[in-house]
Nanobody, 133 residues
Framework: QLQLVESGGGLVQPGGSLRLSCAAS????????ISWFRQAPGKEREGVSC????????YYADSVKGRFTISRDNAKNTVYLQMNSLKPEDTAVYYC??????????????????????????WGQGTQVTVSS
């Protein structure tokens, strides 16, 4: 059973930085995608960033390009989201999600390029990020 545990959320002032961590366990394949989603009160869940296990390719939503960086530490089975230049509109609960990408290009496209939340079968519990002065 694949399990995801997020950590690293908190309160930060506008312009500040935070690093979120997603510790993963239980993978049975080398071909998967791990993404970060966020959901603000009263808004739909939004895909933020994705990383592919097969080649380390990364993908970002336009709203965070140039400010957020997704990375992985394979030895620790952990994916990170470094968030810089944070804005009040980044305030949300951030979720880590994962699913098997296999060798299907279409599947990886839906998981990482389109960041379709319904394609993900495994979710963490979420961590709150609040950007406020």
């Amino acid at each position: 059973q694949l399990q995801l545990v997020e950590s690293g959320g908190g309160l930060v002032q506008p312009g500040g930085s935070l690093r979120l961590s997603c510790a993963a366990s239980g993978f049975t394949s080398n071909y998967y995608a791990i993404s970060w989603f966020r959901q603000a009160p009263g808004k739909e869940r939004e895909g933020v960033s994705c990383i592919s296990s097969s080649d380390g390719a990364t993908y970002y939503a336009d709203s965070v390009k140039g400010r957020f960086t997704i990375s992985r530490d394979n030895a620790k089975n952990t994916v990170y989201l470094q968030m810089n230049s944070l804005k009040p509109e980044d305030t949300a609960v951030y979720y880590c999600a994962a699913d098997l990408a296999g060798s299907e290009a279409d599947k990886l496209f839906r998981l990482c390029v389109l960041l379709i939340s319904d394609e993900y079968g495994y979710w963490g519990q979420g961590t709150q990020v609040t950007v406020s002065s």
